[in-house]
């Protein structure tokens, strides 16, 4: 008989700050095994029948929407040039 012993779930945190520009680095998105990562659009810059560019700052985020897919295998810290993510458990 298996138990399901709730996992407590990593707090994954981005410096917006420092990760300006994550559609040009994508370190993290390749390296990841989990595919915990996306980069987003951000919607308030975002004007019709125009398309937002990657090399702007703050055009595109960086997010972490599947926590619970980490492993804590720190690839994505070791790979990110701007320092810019966290692992916290």
Do not use: H, W
Not at 14 to 31: A, E, H, S
Not at 46 to 57: N, Q, Y
């Amino acid at each position: 008989m298996t138990e399901n012993i709730p996992r407590k779930l990593p707090r994954i945190t981005i410096d917006q700050k420092k990760c300006t520009v994550p559609f040009l680095c994508k370190r993290c998105l390749q390296i990841c095994p989990d595919a915990v990562f996306r980069v987003q659009r951000v919607l308030e810059r975002e004007e019709r029948l125009r398309e937002l560019d990657p090399r702007v700052d703050g055009n595109y985020v960086l997010s972490a929407p599947r926590p619970d897919k980490c492993a804590m295998c720190n690839l994505c810290l070791d790979s990110c040039p701007a320092d810019a993510i966290t692992i916290e458990l």
